[in-house]
């Protein structure tokens, strides 16, 4: 595997569910990131990670649980989703050095919440 | 308040074309600029960035130029190929480790 990975690629689920959605980096890159893209909105960042400690949250509600156990993964817990949740969700990573500012995208998790 | 606006929805080239897509941002303190390329079902992908030392960065087919005193940046891509059609984001760094993104160009090239 290069790059970044995501699984699942698509994710349908009930607003009583919990589910996890996983990334992974291959890249050497300390820091990982978690965004929301909605149909016809830019991305908004949720969370950010820097050598495993999470260093931004950026007013992401609690449903949304992030989890970094090492520097090359990274988990967004769900639970009790509302409809408005529905987004693509994307991950990415960068090298988290200074003047460095390209971040490199996984393919993202489609989330449907029903 | 978006900081980096992209204000054409979408974009229609003929091949072999320029395409050129826009983005105006409102902070002056904003020193770097990314272009991102992103293809449906799959995440963005860096193609491009600037240095505000700069004015013009090219990469292949692939140029971007930054206008300082008008807040605005552009990306040229010439010739356009029907490859390059997907939606486009500028972005800038807000600190060390937030990007904030306009909200995408879709451009369609045309064969």
Request: glycine letters at 6%; proline letters at 6%.
């Amino acid at each position: 595997e290069t790059g970044v990975t995501q699984t699942p690629r698509h994710l349908v689920m009930g607003m009583t569910n919990k589910k996890s959605l996983k990334c992974e980096q291959h890249l050497g890159h300390n820091a990982m990131y978690w965004y929301k893209q909605s149909a016809k909105k830019p991305l908004e960042l949720m969370f950010v990670y820097s050598l495993e400690e999470r260093v931004e949250n950026n007013s992401v509600p609690s449903r949304f649980s992030p989890e970094c156990p090492n520097s090359s993964h990274l988990f967004l817990h769900l639970h009790t989703l509302q409809p408005e949740d529905s987004a693509l969700y994307l991950c990415a990573s960068s090298q988290d050095a200074a003047g460095v500012y390209e971040q490199y995208f996984g393919p993202g998790t489609r989330l449907t919440v029903t | 308040d978006q900081q980096v606006k992209q204000n054409s929805p979408s974009l229609s080239v003929q091949e072999g074309r320029i395409s050129i897509l826009n983005c105006d941002y409102t902070n002056s303190m904003f020193d770097y600029f990314l272009w991102y390329k992103k293809y449906p079902a799959e995440g963005p992908t860096f193609l491009i960035s600037i240095s505000s030392i700069k004015d013009k960065n090219e990469d292949g087919r692939f140029t971007v130029f930054l206008n300082k005193s008008a807040k605005h940046l552009s990306l040229h891509i010439v010739p356009s190929q029907p490859g390059d059609s997907a939606v486009y984001f500028c972005a800038a760094p807000l600190s060390a480790r937030q990007l904030t993104f306009g909200s995408g160009t879709q451009l369609t090239v045309l064969p």
